[in-house]
């Protein structure tokens, strides 16, 4: 086999991950490794890859099928259904770029690890005798006596604190999980810093530099506002005193009235992002194992979408740089051919007026000879064909020279 064969087969032979799988290849992908392995491999989810199997009607294993699998056990798949329609064994799914896929692939069995070596770690009162000093400082400012908001009853200093934003009662428990959750993210190379420009607070992994907006936040339902009676008095007495007192000021009267819930919601990141809330069987507490390890794996999403955008740019860059390089180049041999044609036209020119100074001055010589003020004419037409003829190199004192001014009215 030749060296050009053996690349054309090899060429042949790589999967091109630029066109989008079909139907039937992606059925085989999710019967032949879990829905998590093949999730990783097109930039997904494995929630977000099954439900696109479910819209193509691709059966899915059971659950408990691959474990059944690894214990040795001999299953069935469930075969592929057809589809009718044009276009319907198109998936649309693209394959990520091999290292990409690697980086995910390793992100998904770091977190799987974790999740089994990380235990659950609810917030305890002795952690909190010893805050972290950024839940310190969170407490100190959000603690204060004054300054309560009274629509929202809300309280955050994003710009000065952490960006925990909780009701009265709420704060010390958002200051209790905040304080576990910074801790136990220390522990995996994570750190909490406020950018007070912003006004947020960010997620930072000291591995790569990735860093992540952050938020613990309340959720405050509002309702329409029911207005009182003493609200109502108020109005009315605002009404018969604006007659004739212009200085009378409205009673304020909320337009909705908000109610504090306790629930609390986690926040990381922007896109990607992720969110933990608390739930009505399981509280933040229980579950702060779990957001660490999904902080954990959304960093190393976020960072790989860093990779891939810092590639993609670098790409746009080179595109753009070989578009100039090859546009300058263009420009210039286009310039380089504008002067050729130029010269040679001049140079023509040039002859043309020669001969045509020549051919004059034999005619003169044949009426009798040249007078003076033909050889002037003579000798200034053969200098404006010198001028012209790009191989001699003289100049023109007039046509060289600068272009005269208008002179101005004054």
Not at 216 to 233: F, G, K, Q
Request: proline share 7%; aromatic share 6%; charged share 30%.
């Amino acid at each position: 086999m030749t060296a050009q064969a053996a690349k054309e087969f090899k060429e042949a032979t790589v999967e091109d991950t630029t066109k989008p799988v079909d139907r039937a290849t992606l059925y085989d992908e999710v019967w032949t490794d879990p829905v998590t392995v093949v999730a990783t491999r097109y930039g997904l989810s494995d929630v977000g890859l099954a439900k696109i199997c479910r819209s193509l009607a691709i059966p899915l294993p059971s659950r408990g099928y691959w474990a059944k699998v690894k214990a040795g056990g001999v299953m069935r798949r469930v075969p592929l259904p057809d589809l009718k329609g044009p276009g319907a064994a198109v998936t649309g799914l693209v394959k990520l770029p091999p290292e990409q896929a690697a980086i995910r692939e390793s992100a998904r069995k770091t977190v799987a690890r974790l999740r089994k070596e990380i235990p659950p770690m609810p917030p305890s009162e002795e952690a909190m005798a010893s805050p972290h000093p950024l839940v310190r400082a969170a407490s100190k400012r959000l603690h204060q006596r004054t300054g309560w908001p009274g629509n929202t009853l809300l309280r955050s200093a994003p710009k000065e604190v952490l960006n925990l934003s909780a009701t009265k009662d709420t704060l010390d428990r958002a200051l209790s999980i905040a304080d576990a959750l910074i801790k136990a993210l220390a522990k995996q190379g994570f750190e909490l810093e406020v950018d007070t420009e912003r006004g947020v607070t960010q997620v930072k992994w000291l591995e790569t530099g990735t860093t992540m907006d952050f938020s613990l936040a309340e959720y405050v339902r509002r309702s329409p506002h029911a207005i009182t009676p003493a609200e109502e008095r108020a109005r009315k007495r605002y009404w018969e005193r604006s007659r004739w007192d212009s200085s009378a000021s409205s009673p304020h009267v909320p337009t909705h009235d908000f109610t504090p819930t306790g629930i609390l919601t986690i926040q990381v990141g922007r896109w990607p992002s992720k969110s933990w809330k608390d739930t009505p069987k399981t509280k933040l507490e229980q579950r702060l194992s779990e957001v660490t390890v999904g902080i954990l794996a959304l960093a190393q999403q976020t960072h790989a979408k860093e990779l891939e955008e810092a590639r993609r740019k670098e790409a746009h860059q080179r595109a753009v740089a070989r578009y100039e390089l090859l546009t300058k180049r263009r420009a210039d041999e286009a310039e380089k051919f504008k002067r050729l044609e130029s010269q040679a036209t001049n140079w023509e020119r040039a002859v043309r007026l020669r001969n045509y100074a020549d051919a004059a001055e034999r005619q003169a010589i044949a009426a009798g000879g040249i007078s003076a003020e033909q050889a002037d004419w003579l000798a200034w037409t053969r200098a404006k064909a010198d001028w012209l003829d790009p191989f001699v190199q003289v100049s023109d004192l007039i046509l060289d020279g600068p272009e005269p001014k208008r002179p101005g009215f004054w």
